[in-house]
Structures are given as C-alpha cells and as structure tokens.
C-alpha cells in the first residue's frame, strides 16, 4: 500500500540501518580510475568519496560515455554500445480525476486494431501511428489513499520510438499526443473525461533522455533481442575493471521490475564474494 516507493522506502531503511548514507538530488559526474581499478565518485556539487568498489545504477550509455571518460577501456565500451540496438520509449499521462471507478482494474490493457503492424511502426519503421495500444495504470481502486476523497489517479503508457528512430520536437507533439491519448480512454472508458480531469501532466522520450540520462530517450535500455539479452547484456561486473558494478535495465538479465530487482541480486552476490 502506498505505491512501489514503499519498496524503496524499505530499502532505505535497511540500507541505513547497516550505516549506509543516501546523498539525494546531487548527481554522481565522474566514477575515477586508476589502472584497472575504479578509486572512487565525484558529484555535481563536488563531494567525492574514494571507494574500494563501485556499484552503478545510472544508464550504460551515459555510464560508460560520460562518468568513465577517463578509462580507456570504457571508452572502447562505449564504442561498442553505441552500434547496438535501443528499446523504444514510452510516452505516459498522469492524471487525475473526480470521481471513483470500481469497475477499472488496477492494470489494464486497451488493445488496438492491430498489434504486429503497430510494433514494426514502433521498432522499426520509427513512426508514430495513428491507433493504439495503451496500458492503464488504476492504483485508487486498490489504494484509495492514493488520491483526495472522491477522487481516482491513473496513468496511461503508450509505447513509442525512441529519439534515434523518431527525432521530433516532443514539446510540440506531446500536447497533441496527450490529447489523443485521453481522447480514446474517453471513448472506451470515461466519457466526460476531460470535464473529469482536475491534474494531469505527460512524460515524453526528451524527459527519460534529459532527466534520467537514458542514451536515446529509451525507456528500457537495449533492445531485448536475442544477441543483447541475459548474458549478452551489459555485465554485472566490468570486464576490465574487476571493482565496479553495473545494475538496472541495460545489464543481465534485462529490464522491468523483476529484471532488475535480479540484477541487484546478483550484483550484490558478486560484490559480497569479492569480499569474502
């Protein structure tokens, strides 16, 4: 109850109760290097804290290209993750609304027309289609606390090209595609949604790329193909540098929330070994 930050929340305290320091909006901009080894992490603000090993979370791209330009061996890494292959992005609205809905699940999926046709517009052709098929996300129905009384919260999640397929200006088109998208919830769910609608705001590729750093707006790291998925994904520990870490969607086994909870897990049984 309360959202997947509860898990996070539980994280933490944990993580604190072993005497852990969670640093929060000041973001890691250099992993240093010396040799084979990674020595330690410097911070927008300029704090930095040598380390025996490093454990990374940010996106491979932005981790390889831009917090290890000083190693030569990630550099070489960087070349190659550049040649493969990205997921698309998502483009997801928030929003909330007056009234109560018990009979919209928690998680729902509207399909569309088609579904083979409108992946290959997504991943190959790098077209933004006309239909869809969209995820809606309902967490009031099973949290009421989740939004003010009378009221509900949802989002919905419309897959789309990720800006190396698809390089538009999403501050013109987002406006467009919000519209569209809560049009046809309207017209399968809520009617008078618009009328409904007290909050709402969109989150396009730009905001995966410029707030999360993810290498082409993607929302999941590499594509899942067969040749960059589990082992051939990005190593829980560096090939060249035998103290630092890597976790989240672009390394083994791959993206989503169980993806990456199992990558944390074999991360921290990596490092732990080391210990040992």
């Keep these: 109850m309360g959202g997947t930050n509860q898990l996070i929340a539980g994280m933490v305290k944990h993580f604190e109760r072993l005497g852990g320091v969670l640093r929060l909006n000041d973001a890691a901009v250099d992993i240093a290097t010396l040799g084979d080894r990674a020595t330690g992490v410097t911070t927008a603000s300029g704090w930095h804290q040598d380390a025996d090993m490093v454990a990374c979370n940010s996106d491979i791209m932005h981790s390889y290209r831009d917090l290890l330009k000083s190693s030569r061996s990630a550099q070489r890494t960087k070349n190659g993750l550049a040649r493969k292959r990205y997921s698309p992005s998502l483009f997801v609205v928030h929003f909330g609304i007056k009234g109560t809905w018990p009979g ?31 995820y809606l996300h309902h967490p009031t129905v099973t949290d009421p606390s989740m939004a003010p009384e009378g009221h509900s919260t949802f989002y919905v999640l419309a897959p789309v090209p990720n800006l190396g397929k698809f390089p538009v200006d999403w ?37 995966f790329a410029q707030d999360l750093n993810a290498h082409l707006g993607s929302a999941f790291s590499l594509e ?27 390394t083994h086994p791959g993206a989503g929330i169980p993806g990456v909870v199992g990558s944390a897990k074999a991360t921290a049984a990596l490092m732990l070994e080391t210990e040992r």
């Design 104 to 134: 919209i699940p928690h998680h729902m999926i509207l399909f569309g027309p088609r579904y083979k046709g409108l992946l290959a517009d997504i991943y190959d052709h790098g077209v933004l289609p006309e239909d869809f098929s969209l």
């Design 171 to 207: 501050n013109e088109i987002g406006p467009i595609l919000e519209k569209r998208i809560l049009d046809e919830v309207g017209r399968r769910l809520i009617p008078d949604i618009h009328e409904r609608i007290v909050t709402k705001f969109h989150y396009a590729p730009n905001d």
């Design 224 to 250: 899942p193909i067969l040749t960059q998925s589990a082992w051939f994904r990005v190593h829980n520990r560096d090939d060249h540098i035998p103290n630092l870490y890597f976790v989240g969607a672009g």
